[in-house]
């Protein structure tokens, strides 16, 4: 090589390199929760003190309707990737039902954030649940993640990743040392600190497992909530109406939806009984407390070490508060074993405190209705997204992946590694965030299918089934955004039009059809079914 030649190599690796040191691309943190529902934050009508998230929130943006895929797996495999779950390969959940579309992991035609983000310059950090692998594939450190927690492939596959055994009071509650919240916001925070003084912007996935069943927190977070309860669930979700009015959140004429026949009638429960149930929410709430306090101790060590500036920070659930009954399910009468909230304890809050965790939505996680699919969504950047705004936003998790690109500057390519790639399937979200754009503009509407479970969303009107049903309800968003009334049989040229938009969708997305698939439905996905069911005298 010549003197010429290298003086030029040498003059392009400088300039390179202060091409980096002057990169003023924003850092980007996603933070997602677990069966967290919609009225669960201070700032959405919750009662359970969130001063970290309001002050998010405060400060920046809430969506009144942001879409998710209603239950864990699928809703991650769209949130990493941008693309429909069929189309990633987790139509169902991280289970494989032996079609590409239902592999049950990740493919590698549907790219992550962090593989493009690193292709174009990030630093990649994940810590918490990932549960979009499989079969010895599509493990966090395999999808472009530099800094994985926890990085074992038992805990990437699981739904329930176990962190560590945790350390126990003489009661048998978790420490605030080794409880699994703490862990992995903890986790992230050294990976900030180990990265602090470099120059390139960072991308954090933030997945916590919290308020997950089951039922688990340190006593002194518990203690917070003792007696908050006692009122009943009926009562509590009034409360919440009632706030989420005052702020704004809901229209004061709203009718909240109807509750489900099987919800216990607090006022028929023995006195023991009522105790029991209040203690469970108790604990609900210590564990969203506890999260919102994590997310606390990671916005002061983002500011001490000089990194929370130009940073985007989003917020949101992967579906809504579920119903299922551990005492009916996954042998949680077998593994209870502890007093409630203990490490050896196993249950859940059920769909009778869960019907005020969705206010004022109906329904619950794994449905297609609102209160499975619509979740809490703050954005925070400060100058870029402007202060104490409610908007009603239409937003998918489809959106995330090119909002992320656009605001990053990087380029999503054709094809990676000799892999001809998928082309994202949302909208870029920056306009909503950044202007006095109120709601996505999508002429193509929104579609959703998971264990036959179905919805179809073509500007104000809503097409829902639930599996088995094959029939189509329809809702008029714009004035029952709770889905009081069937308005099917008054609108058949609706439900015709937005029936052959959904099949259509199908079929381009690899949808098949659940009677097909429901032989190969795991026993135990056929039992959580049956557990969302109660039994009522």
Request: net charge neutral.
């Amino acid at each position: 090589m010549n003197r010429k030649n290298i003086f030029l190599n040498t003059v392009l690796i400088f300039l390179s390199l202060s091409v980096w040191a002057q990169d003023k691309r924003p850092n980007i943190i996603l933070i997602l929760a677990d069966d967290l529902g919609y009225s669960d934050l201070g700032s959405y009508g919750s009662e359970i003190p969130t001063p970290n998230l309001d002050r998010l929130a405060k400060e920046g943006l809430r969506l009144r309707e942001f879409y998710n895929n209603s239950i864990c797996a699928p809703t991650r495999a769209s949130l990493l990737t941008g693309q429909y779950q069929h189309k990633a390969g987790v139509g169902y959940f991280s289970n494989d039902l032996g079609l590409p579309a239902y592999q049950g992991y990740l493919n590698k035609e549907s790219l992550t954030i962090a593989e493009v983000l690193k292709e174009n310059g990030y630093i990649t950090l994940t810590s918490g649940k990932w549960h979009v692998s499989g079969k010895g594939q599509s493990y966090p450190w395999e999808r472009g993640f530099d800094y994985v927690y926890p990085r074992d492939d038992k805990n990437a596959n699981s739904g329930a990743p176990g962190l560590r055994t945790p350390e126990t009071d003489a009661e048998g509650y978790p420490t605030q040392a080794t409880f699994s919240t703490n862990l992995i916001t903890r986790n992230a925070i050294g990976f900030l600190d180990s990265i602090k003084s470099r120059q390139e912007p960072f991308f954090l996935y933030l997945a916590h497992t919290a308020p997950h069943w089951p039922l688990v927190a340190p006593k002194e977070d518990i203690a917070r909530f003792k007696g908050k309860y006692d009122m009943g669930w009926s009562v509590l979700r009034e409360q919440r109406l009632k706030r989420q009015r005052e702020i704004g959140l809901i229209p004061a004429g709203l009718t909240p939806s109807v509750a489900d026949r099987d919800l216990y009638d607090w006022d028929k429960l023995t006195g023991e009984q009522r105790a029991g149930w209040a203690k469970k929410m108790e604990i609900f709430a210590a564990m969203v407390y506890r999260l919102d306090q994590s997310i606390g101790e990671l916005l002061d060590r983002l500011e001490k070490n000089g990194q929370l500036d130009n940073t985007l920070i989003v917020f949101l659930s992967d579906n809504g508060a579920p119903a299922e009954d551990l005492v009916r399910w996954h042998q949680g009468s077998d593994r209870n074993k502890g007093a409630i909230g203990t490490v050896t304890s196993y249950e859940s809050q059920s769909k009778n405190w869960s019907y005020a965790s969705n206010t004022p939505f109906k329904a619950f996680k794994d449905y297609m209705y609102e209160g499975g699919i619509n979740t809490p969504f703050i954005a925070w950047f400060p100058g870029r997204i402007q202060q104490g705004n409610i908007k009603q936003g239409t937003g998918r998790i489809i959106d995330l992946a090119p909002t992320f690109y656009e605001l990053a500057k990087a380029k999503y390519p054709e094809a990676y590694k000799d892999t001809k790639v998928n082309a994202l399937a949302g909208k870029s979200l920056l306009p909503l965030l950044t202007s006095d754009s109120q709601q996505v503009q999508r002429q193509e509407g929104l579609f959703w299918e998971r264990a036959g479970n179905r919805a179809a969303r073509v500007g104000k009107w809503k097409l829902v089934s639930t599996w088995p049903s094959q029939t189509w309800e329809l809702y008029d968003l714009e004035t029952d955004p709770t889905e009081t009334k069937n308005v099917a049989a008054k609108h058949e040229q609706v439900v015709s039009r937005l029936a052959q938009a959904y099949a259509n969708w199908a079929k381009e997305t690899g949808v098949v059809d659940f009677a097909e698939l429901e032989s190969r439905e795991p026993a135990s996905m056929k039992e959580f079914r049956k557990s969302k069911v109660q039994e009522v005298e």
